[in-house]
Nanobody
Framework: VQLQASGGGLVQAGGSLRLSCAAS????????MGWFRQAPGKEREFVAA????????YYADSVKGRFTISRDNAKNTVYLQMNSLKPEDTAVYYC??????????????????????WGQGTLVTVSS
């Protein structure tokens, strides 16, 4: 599957952005879809995930209550709605897809190596 992330940009603190991740090549309706981010000088980190076709969602503590992951299976697209943005949210955001299979870890959705395909990333810059 090919993943195309878009929607990044420059926004002031307190503002909102919606990222999109369009999948092509096959349907991702049954996949776990995740969003990760990498800030300058830091390692990539988990942000949010939607599992089992969207029935379950998980968030990093740092974004809980501010970000919402959703998916439109008809469009084969996953979204990340980001509200109340903070300067520390500045990062390149990546979407990723994990084919449905049994994983050893109960928190597999947080683990980069569990994902099979990655998008190219979209830059989000939050100014103070």
């Amino acid at each position: 599957v090919q993943l195309q992330a878009s929607g990044g940009g420059l926004v002031q603190a307190g503002g909102s952005l919606r990222l999109s991740c369009a999948a092509s090549g096959r349907t991702v309706s049954g996949d776990t879809m995740g969003w990760f981010r990498q800030a300058p000088g830091k390692e990539r980190e988990f942000v949010a995930a939607s599992t089992w076709g969207g029935s379950m969602t998980y968030y990093a503590d740092s974004v809980k209550g501010r970000f919402t992951i959703s998916r439109d299976n008809a469009k084969n697209t996953v979204y990340l709605q980001m509200n109340s943005l903070k300067p520390e949210d500045t990062a390149v955001y990546y979407c990723a897809a994990k084919i449905s299979r049994i994983s050893r870890s109960p928190t597999y959705y947080r683990l980069e190596y569990e994902y099979d395909s990655w998008g190219q990333g979209t830059l989000v810059t939050v100014s103070s």
